[in-house]
């Protein structure tokens, strides 16, 4: 089996070590892997990953000490052009001319609309794997990226409440997510954060303030609360804002943590997250499977259709919310 492997949207730490494990095993059960750079974009442009001798082909040693990096080496990109129909036929005619029987790609929710979309008009099989730090995505309980960056949103708080006790402070931390609040939730409840505010659930105003005050009454002399960046009042700056208005009772800052949460050396848990969906994709191939993404679901590796992981956004447990305000007191 001729197998094409690619990451593809925003990046997160441990595509590679996903792409490693894909080659590894892939390679090793005597397949051939060609790895596309650029995402979608560069199976457009042909842009693949040449080996020593110059073949679109990557080898056992291509992908030595891969693992241990963030970032993506094969690249990726949001590509506007396979968004058309246009794009989406020409990505399957380059598929056919070049052989390739099978498709593993690592991204998020974008990636894997996009693999749906390819599946109608090209034939090879299609395993995709969920690469995306936001971890909304239904079908694997955590997905590739979203431990390390709630390791690093955590570090960035952890430093934060420094200068929030000295000065006696509240901070408002923005956190990635895009529309999903499992960062933001899982940051507060890792740094011991005093509210969240998640595009799950309402961003109550005046409830937030009455708590506030309640917390200063009880001698709480810092506050972190952690934003998610789709949440409902449209950013932290916005929030603080209403919040002063409506009669905040600590000195206000805001910050914005944005991309730093993307990049860094990945967690060992990301490692062997990323490791275990890249066995477990070509795995799959191997049986047959085709149109599903490779998850860990309670511990064991899962496969859910596309149109169930793009179906909706994987929901907070109700349970780990309640739980911010318990430990916050
Ligand atoms: O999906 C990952 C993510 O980092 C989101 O959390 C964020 O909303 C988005 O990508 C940012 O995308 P870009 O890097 O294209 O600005």
């Avoid at 430093?159 to 006790?165: F, I, N, P, Y």
């Avoid at 169930?308 to 780990?320: F, S, Y």
Wanted: hydrophobic residues 40%; proline residues 4%.
């Amino acid at each position: 089996m001729r197998i094409g492997v690619f990451c593809s949207g925003g990046d997160a730490p441990g595509m590679n070590a996903c792409v490693r494990g894909v080659v590894r095993t892939a390679v090793g059960g005597g397949h051939e892997v060609v790895g596309v750079r650029r995402g979608y974009q560069g199976l457009l442009d042909e842009d693949f990953f040449l080996d020593q001798q110059g073949q679109p082909q990557m080898r056992l040693r291509s992908v030595s000490g891969w693992c241990e990096y963030g970032g993506a080496f094969l690249r990726s990109s949001r590509s506007e052009e396979f968004r058309t129909h246009d794009g989406q036929q020409k990505a399957a005619e380059i598929l056919t001319r070049r052989k390739i029987d099978a498709l593993i790609p690592i991204g998020g929710d974008g990636t894997l609309r996009g693999a749906i979309e390819l599946a109608k008009l090209w034939n090879g099989q299609i395993i995709g794997c969920p690469g995306t730090i936001d971890n909304d995505l239904i079908g694997s309980d955590n997905t590739i990226g979203f431990s390390t960056a709630v390791q690093t949103a955590v570090e960035a708080v952890d430093k934060l409440r420094d200068t929030a006790e000295s000065h006696e402070r509240m901070f408002l931390v923005e956190v990635m997510g895009r529309h999903s609040g499992y960062i933001a939730l899982y940051t507060a409840l890792a740094a011991g954060a005093e509210v969240v505010c998640v595009p799950e659930t309402h961003t109550d105003i005046p409830a937030h303030v009455a708590h506030l005050k309640k917390l200063q009454q009880r001698g709480k002399r810092s506050i972190m609360m952690i934003v998610a960046e789709g949440e409902e009042e449209g950013g932290v700056e916005l929030l603080q804002k209403k919040l002063e208005d409506a009669g905040c009772p600590f000195s206000c800052r805001s910050i914005v943590l944005g991309h730093l949460q993307r990049g860094g050396a990945p967690t060992p848990e990301d490692r062997m997250l990323a490791a275990r969906l890249g066995v477990a994709a070509v795995r799959a191939l191997e049986n047959g499977d085709t149109g599903k993404m490779a998850g860990i679901i309670g511990g064991d590796v899962a496969l859910t259709p596309f149109a169930e992981t793009c179906g909706g956004h994987k929901l907070l447990p109700p349970q780990l919310l309640d739980l911010v305000d318990t430990l916050a007191q």
